[in-house]
Every structure is written in C-alpha cells, then in structure tokens.
C-alpha cells in the first residue's frame, strides 16, 4: 500500500508516467496490481495478494478484505475504449466487504457494506449490504443483518462455514413442492369425477327402472 500511497499521489498531481512506473515496480514485488487511480480507503487487507488486480476507476472502501487472484475490473475495456475514457469502469465496493480468492467483481457496480463474495464467484450486478455471494453468475443466498463494524462477524475467504443453503437446489425443491401439490389437487378431482359418474349412473338406472315399470309392455 506504500506503493500505491505514492503512485496514487503523482496520479493526482498529473506525474501519471512516474505514477505508472512505481505501479508496475510494485507488482513485480508484490504480485499485486492496482492501477494508480484507484481510490483506496483505510485498513485495506489483502492475504497471500498474489494476482490481485484493481483497475482504474475502482474505489474501496475502509475495512476492506480481498484474498489473491481477486479482480476489481471492467466487463469490456477493448470495446469502443475511446469512449470509455474519464468514465466509471470497475466497481466500488463499500467498507467492511470481504472478497474471497479468485472472485470476479466486473464492471460499474457497488458491493453493499459488510457484504461477503464467496471465493470463485462472479460478480455483474449491485451487491446489497450484508447480503453473502456466490456461484457464476453469483447470487445471494444468505442475508446478513447490517451491524456495526465492531459487531460484524468476520467470515474467511466471505464464504460462511455453516449450513450454507445453495439458491438453485432451494429452487428446484420449492418446484417439486409445487408439482406435488399439483399432483394431490388432480388426484383429488380425478376421484370427484369419477364418484359423480357412479352417481349419475346409478341415478339414470333407477330413473329407467321406475319409467319401465309404469309403461305397458310393447309402449316403453
């Protein structure tokens, strides 16, 4: 971060030459890249950073934790990149979050605070606060109550240890609920259906009984 303190501050005072020097001195040290435009907030912590990567226009902010092979990048920098000049790119992840390694966080988005990013995943969309993250596309699968920093429980890699419920295997069991409910509505019909046929059978049995006995032989 003393690398990037430095690049950061020649950035702003338009020494970008000798700011991008400095950056790529200290990825070769590091591992880590950070681009130095990118706007870094207090208590940064960055385990094992190797293959690390934040771009130009991330922000991060105070109490942030990203394990290696985290990128904070753009979902397409080679595309129309003229215009992309000067313009939100890379996401901004608010204070407390935690990036497990090897996630993805793409594009000009914001990571809610105190939210957990499951290692491996891949983030295109707004992450609320507290929420836990996870998969490809990542999707959230265990709401978090917002607490204060000092409450929040800190979960390695942002991926909790616990009974972990997986958001597509929740969907396919509601699904078979609903086919089974489904299922026991048709029986049940089926059943009236066929009771109310007996029934009109019987009905139109006796009705020709009583009709036969009151007509005269050869009339009926």
């Known amino acids: 971060m003393i ?4 690049s950061h501050a020649l950035w702003r005072h338009g020494w970008r030459i000798l700011a991008r020097w400095i950056s790529q001195i200290a990825r070769i040290i590091t591992g880590i890249e950070v681009h130095p435009a990118a706007v870094i907030g207090d208590d940064l912590f960055i385990d094992h950073g190797m293959g690390v990567v934040i771009g130009e226009t991330s922000e991060i902010g105070d109490g942030v934790t990203l394990y290696h092979d985290v990128t904070l990048g753009g979902t397409a920098p080679s595309v129309d990149s003229g215009n992309q000049r000067n313009t939100k790119r890379h996401p901004t992840l608010e204070d407390g979050v935690i990036v497990g390694s090897g996630a993805q966080i793409l594009g000009p988005i914001t990571v809610g605070r105190d939210a957990r990013i499951g290692a ?7 992450v609320p606060a507290g929420a836990t993250m996870v998969g490809i596309p990542a999707r959230a699968v265990q709401p978090r109550e917002t607490q204060s920093r000092d409450q929040a ?3 390695a ?4 240890t616990g009974d972990l419920p997986d958001p597509v295997a929740r969907a396919i069991d509601g699904l078979l609920n609903e086919v089974q409910t489904l299922r026991a509505r048709v029986n049940a019909l089926e059943e009236q259906g066929q009771t109310g046929a007996i029934d009109v059978e019987d009905g139109a049995a006796e009705l020709g009984g009583e009709v036969g006995a009151d007509c005269p032989p050869g009339k009926c």
């Open 120 to 126: 491996n995943a891949v983030v295109t969309k707004d």
């Open 157 to 160: 890699y942002g991926t909790p």
């Open 153 to 155: 429980r800190f979960v």
């Open 3 to 6: 690398f990037h303190r430095l």
